[in-house]
């Protein structure tokens, strides 16, 4: 698979201009933070591996990407989950149908105490250390544009869930990290911090308001349809509405002349197929 370069582009979204980088534009198939924390298994030889195995939510993008690794090395993929709700099963859509398109096995099922040698298995939402193969990369095309472009006091921000991505493009970046917890709440994140490294850790900045995970809110669909309509771009339904409300908290507060802003698009817009039916269902009436 051709693995290029993602663009950075120049935004402005309520009169805030910053930088974007268009890890949605990766590739078609395999984009977004994923296709960067996965990358590691995308490049490497697994002669050894006949199944991967994960577990999570039936609308998982670390699922579909993780389909289409398996369908790329020609590998068996069973995938775990507590339940799947019964509209989703008869009206697959998003990333679960696609999943399952790219031949996924998928099971209501608890994940089995062990495995043999010849299982790869991935835990919830790609938390590993493999995840900075892909990311030390990422870092590297940011390092490389801000010098090309004499950019400088740049900060980066982007959205989190497990903290990963956060957590090691901080590692690899000169530039200041921000994140916010987007999976529970900002305890959650930095303990999630710590699983993986104990120092370097972004800065997380707080949430004026506390907010479930996937849950439907229709101050998220607001921001959602007006950055599509102000920047023609789609963005995430479930962390970048949330992000982006705290990035311009933040950038309206703070240093806006002297800083320059890089927002990270994670991808995930494959995921907004069934969110989208969610919020049309509660809103559009
Ligand atoms: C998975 C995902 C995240 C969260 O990434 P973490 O590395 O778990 O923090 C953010 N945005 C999108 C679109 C994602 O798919």
């Known amino acids: 698979m051709n693995y290029r370069n993602s663009p950075i582009e120049k935004i402005t979204f309520n ?19 994923k ?15 006949k199944k991967v195995v994960s577990h999570g939510s039936a609308q998982s993008n670390a699922m579909y990407s993780l389909s289409v690794l398996a369908k790329i090395k020609g590998l068996q993929f069973d995938y775990y989950v507590d339940h799947i709700a019964s509209f989703l099963k008869q009206n697959p859509t998003g990333n679960y149908k696609y999943a399952l398109e790219n031949g996924m096995n998928i099971y209501e099922s608890q994940i089995p105490k062990s495995f043999d040698e010849e299982t790869l298995f991935i835990k ?31 900060k980066v921000f982007l959205p989190s869930g497990t903290g990963t991505t956060a957590l090691y493009l901080q590692k690899y970046l000169p530039f200041e990290v921000l994140t916010c917890a ?17 120092s370097n850790h972004p800065t997380i900045l707080k949430r004026t308001k506390k907010y479930h995970f996937g849950k439907l809110y229709k101050e998220f669909y607001e921001i959602y349809l007006e950055l599509l309509s102000q920047t023609k771009i789609e963005f995430d339904l479930l962390y970048d509405c949330l992000g982006i409300k705290i990035f311009e908290e933040y950038i309206s507060k703070y240093n806006k002349t002297t800083n320059n802003y890089l927002y990270i698009h994670q991808g995930g ?6 969110m989208l039916q969610r919020y049309e269902n509660k809103y559009k009436a």
Do not use: M, P, T
């Open 15 to 33: 009169k805030n201009s910053f930088y974007i980088k268009r890890d949605d534009l990766l590739h078609k198939n395999f984009s977004g933070n």
């Open 269 to 274: 817009v494959l995921g907004n197929e069934s």
């Open 182 to 198: 987007c999976v529970g709440d900002e305890e959650y994140l930095r303990k999630q911090f710590f699983q993986l490294e104990d």
């Open 124 to 154: 919830e939402g790609g938390a590993l250390k493999e995840a900075q193969y892909g990311l030390e990369i990422l870092a590297n095309e940011i390092i490389v544009w801000a010098k090309e472009n004499n950019i400088e006091n740049l």
């Open 35 to 49: 296709a960067r924390k996965f990358y590691y298994f995308l490049q490497k030889d697994l002669e050894n591996i």
